[in-house]
């Protein structure tokens, strides 16, 4: 509070505060601004994560259940057994569409005519006659007897029952006559009808009919692509990142080969699936369709992002690490693999992960070597012919049944699980290794 | 499955000739001599004498074993049969091969069969005996080599380091390679493609439609291979991308190393991985049924008329799918900036934001720097949501608000479907990768220099 | 070191895979075929102890290129087409060594233009389509103009006045090829002059018929049908061209146009009223029968009345199956292994 001693140039030291304070005031504004920015960011970002995600889980929960239809099928013992003896190939041989044909007829004796005949038969999925005969080989004991059965529906009822097709437009344009509504509703009345847990979708491979199609074998499929990419990619884009920045000479030569790397995430991923046509299935004779060579060609496509990640974790660690661990007396050898290359693994790793979930969403390449097939069959190792999770995605959205809509959402969720373990367990491993200095 | 075998002993034996040899270290320097290494390094030193050749052997081994033996079994046939096509002998062998592993096979009662699978089965019995055998051998040698070798003059670390170098050096070198050829392979093909299209057509013309007849009985686009406003398309789209994902990955990565807890942060990083790892697919759908409609609407509202295929919604969504690649990378590379840096700049009075903006941000920069070209790069590359979302007719402007196309659209539409490999229309894809990867090359390079030119070394 | 011991496995296991044996069928080719071709390769896999055969929807000249490449275990053993084969592609075969090829008709598929559900329903005419959606269009004196058409209205006064916007298939879709042939040439026969055209110089004509327009009438839309579907539902504004399979199984979010005053509906595609309509075909490579199991089976699963009758499972896939007569005869030619000739 004392007055202008010094001299006219100076200001009051009340001016002074009065200054630092102002300025404190709009620094720490400034200050809460931009940490408003950073959530704003960090919430726009998120919404777009649940934007997405919701709209995908509201479309593909359904599928966790099916619609199953109560059939009483009658297992007369002259239609199982050849010459009077029932064996299993006896079993097998037995004309099961024939049989929950006409069950499910018994149920509507009134129905006659060869077009309404067809209309009720589709009430009920064409591959129900198969889970019958499994179910019949797995219990013999039952041939002779009258069985109860919950047999699939067919994706037509199935829809109606979730609610995707609306029972009160007008029948023309609908996927389910007036007609199938009422003998759907006589079959709820009669409690024929429930939704049960989809076991198939989450145990069996591919199918042309929604209501038989499961998930398994092309998780199956991206999981022995992804354990061949990873065995691949992730070694030599380590070794590659550490031998780059650590020991090669710092020259024009190692600066294009940086550049060049670089630049390969930009090259578009199918030019790598051409390359595997080229090189891994037709020189050196890889088969077609299978996970080793999709897994080879993801490591392809994956390899620079390895690489660019490692390098730049490596540089990230301070020189002084390098300098004490040379200091005293450690080899260069040992002062990357006991020092620098510990405290660059969270950041590798980050990257690798990335890699390998681009890897695991990746189509485009594998059009080109066969992997965008229809599948039944489970693959039972690298060499089967597989398809992969994002593939399977793709075919679904592109069949004209309704029902594949549901199933390809549910078939998104599943790939999105598949992500969500790898980034868990990624960030675990990094929190073990995460250091600030 | 036996070579898994084979794999699974030679890890054993792995560990146990380094414990050899380091315990044949210590018994030295136990009788009071000094060592020129550490045990553990004659350790290493033995455990490679005793699994490295093994390892060659068996390698080489299960590369030509199937076929000398495919070889033995095609020559102990009867004459008519070897003397079959290639075609049935080989699904012959593969019977056999079928039979043997007790598969179902077609001709499962034929004797032939049945006698040269039996025969399949010794020999397959007998070659893994030998190379048991040969393996145990090699195990044995090793060891005895490295026994005799290790004294205290012995410089094992430096040899044990000569050989992880050249280990290094060979897996960089694959690497190395491989890239190297990708891009050569784009090479050859983009010069069959310009002996067919003159250069300066490709690069200054304002017209592209490639799609030409491929048959002599179908008629296609008219064939022209401007190539400008393709790469508009792409520019346009990736402006936009990164105009949505640099701000908010940046200020995500940047609240999240600053500010938020570690716990948050734990959360929040994988979090937004996610967005990095959802199928292009789903994507592309997003775009094409939600964004897009939502944008045309919204225009109409406006009074604005926005194409259902506008660049901006492609832009926009590709945008959230690269945010990951900016806001994980960034925040790696600004935790790693050292705590000291911090910590002078709070001392000197700075606010966290003030710290950030002028002390972390430039320390950071190169990294940033690199996220964003990352990111930039994954833009340009992506296709499944342009092939969705934006058009595939060319169209020269830089209205984000009209539809327009990229180049990896035009690469996957040129290289699904019918392709020829001597027409123009199919090389043009290649000749479109290069010059993507010409662009993003010169990008590269332009910010290499910055980084060079502005880096500062800090700690 | 683990790391040199994993490396050393994967390289072991890829040349393992060179002696890997395949013990089911390979089918590629046309993605319209595609949805029948494993309706058929689920149940044979489910009747018969065969494994299941591997589709892949390459579309048809990528399914004849890989198909023609060469005879062996390594390539494919069936190609889907939804066009005949060229003779050019017989040829290549031939010289791979792939001489003989059975061929099998399998039935019909309608090409509908469709628009959404709500929308004002168009009753087009080949010529109307044509006017529509031509690069340059022959005017009555004899002359090749720039198409001046903006609207439908432009095109035919009794359609509603909308901007044409076409969504369709790519020029390497089978798809296209079948509507520019069947739907564009159709209506652009209706002008004498270019009629005769046809005569004095092929390549006008067909330059003149077959070019679609390039300023943004009609939106190349990729192959994903589905996609297209839902394209309509939120532009009302836009028709589509896609495949019979997906009105059906879509019939309450699109209806199809009717073309020169016929619908696009089951019946009268099968009995050929419906002008834009293709026959789709299979081809089998013969070197492969008995050295791939189950192809004849496959084959007669196809070709049996429970598939592709009247009442079989491919019609509830959107086939539209052949006459009675016609499926006698391909039925009987591919039992007997018929020989492909052109």
Redesign the interface.
Known sequence: MSGNREGRGRMSRSDTMETVRKGLRS??A??R???W??????A???G??VL??G??LIKGASVVTQTHIRLTVELPLETFSKNGVVTAESIGAANYVGLVKSSLRDLFPDVSG?RDK?ALD?LIS??AP?ELRDHVLANPELVGQSIDIWLSASDDIDMLDKGY??RD?DS????VTDKQIGWYDKLIADGRLERQFNTTFFTSGD???PEQAGIWGAALGSFYTLM?TL??AF??????A???EE??PKNKWT?L????????????????G??GL?VF?NI???????P??GG?VLA?MT???I???GR??L??????IREAALGVGA?R?QTVTHHVLPLAM??ML??S??GM??A??E??PL??I?M??????LPGG??D?ATV??VQ???W??????AF?ERTSAG?IV??LF??V???S??MLR?RF?R?? | MIYWIALAALAATWLFSWKLGQGQARAIIAGGQRMHSLPGHYGSYSALWAVVPALMVLLIWSIFQPMVIDGMIVASLPQDKQALDDLFLNALVNDIRNMSVGNAVRDADDPVVIEAASLLGDWQMTSNILLAVLIAALVILGLVISRRQIAPELRARNRVERFVMVLLIMSSTIAVITTVGIVMSLLYESIEFFRRVPFYEFLFGLHWSPQTALRADQVGGSGSFGAIPIFMGTLLISTIALAIAAPIGLFSAIYMAEFSSPRARAVIKPLLEILAGVPTVVYGFFAALLVAPLLRDSGAALGIGIDSESALAAGLVMGVMIIPFVSSLSDDVITAVPRSLREGSYGLGATRAETIRQVIVPAALPGIVGALLLAASRAIGETMIVVMAAGLTANLTANPFEAVTTVTVQIVTLLTGDQEFDSAKTLSAFALGLLLFVVTLALNVLALRIVRKYREKYD | MIKKVVLAASVAMVFAGAAHARDQIQIVGSSTVFPFSTAVAEAFGQKTGFATPVVESTGSGGGMKLFCAGVGTGHPDITNASRRIKSSEVELCAKNGVADITEVKVGYDGIVIANAIEAPAYDLSLRDLYLALAKDIPTEDGKWIPNPNKTWKDVNASLPAVKIEVLGPPPTSGTRDAFVELAMEGGCKTFGWVKDLKKKDKNAYKTGCHTVREDGGYVDAGENDNLMVQKLTSNPDALAIFGFSFLDQNADKVKGATVGGVAPEFELIADGSYPVSRALFFYVKQAHIGVVPGIEEYVAEFTSEAAWGNEGYLTDKGLIPMSDAERAEWSASAKGNAKLSM
């Open positions: 620094r720490y400034a200050e601004r931009f940490i920015y950073g959530r704003g960011a960090i726009v970002a998120l777009f994560l997405l995600v709209s995908i060869r067809r589709s064409s591959g198969y097709i609306d437009i023309t344009g609908r996927r199918s042309r009919e061949v065995l691949l070694p030599l884009g380590v070794t590659t550490v031998y780059l020991f090669a600066d080969i940086e550049v060049n790397i670089n630049n390969l995430a930009a090259v578009p991923s199918i030019i790598f051409l390359l080229a299935l050196i004779g890889l088969p077609r369709s299978a080793l060579a080879v392809l390899l620079p992002t690489i660019i990640a730049a974790a540089k990230a660690v301070p020189p002084s080899s050898l969270p950041g980050t990257g992960i990335i979930a681009q695991l969403g189509t485009a059009l080109m066969g965008v097939a229809f599948i039944v069959d690298p060499l012919p999770l994002p995605v793709y075919i959205a592109d069949s004209p049944e309704r809509v998104i790939l999105l992500l969500v790898m980034n868990l990624a960030v929190k995460e600030r200095w």
